[in-house]
């Protein structure tokens, strides 16, 4: 897939699908109090649970949104780092994300998203740790065949020489 934005935001969303389908379960086997989908209720609907399974269900569509711009994201910043290790860089950028949704909930005091127990502290973890190996795999699914030939370096260390040759006035002077 040859577009960057729709293979980022493909590749997003279904990273999200596999952290939500993490968080889901871990909030099933009440090893969570805060499943993925409830820190966005949270914030569209600025009330703690119990959601509606309506207001779940637009929840977890405008959580899967966030995913895919956050995929979207990670493709563009692709052009500026190498490609190199991208399972490792896909981790990393979902453990940055996570912390800086902790960090803003936490800054505003969001109510209802702390103070969190640990183990849903490390279920979110675990999740966002699933979403960046999945969005990396993805991502590199659906790299086209032209860019996989760059052997997972940076586009941007590959820009165009110029193909004009040099002009020398005291040479061209001598031919004349």
Known sequence: MKDRLLRGCIAGA???????????????????????????????????????????AFALLIQLGYCAGAGIIFSYLLLVITSRNLYFRGWLFSCATWAMVYAVTLLFKVEGTIPLPLKTVISDF?????YGVVL?????????????????RSIINFMPEPAAKRFDKDKDDKDK
Not at 137 to 150: G, R
């Open 14 to 56: 279904i990273g999200g699908i596999f952290a939500n389908m993490w968080s889901f379960f871990m909030g099933w086997m009440e090893l969570s109090t805060l499943r993925f989908v409830d820190w966005t209720a949270i914030i569209l609907y600025g009330h703690i649970a119990p959601f509606t399974l309506g207001e779940i």
């Open 126 to 130: 675990i999740g966002a740790s699933i």
């Open 136 to 152: 990396a795999q993805c991502v590199k699914a659906l790299i086209p065949n032209t860019e996989k030939s760059l052997s997972g």
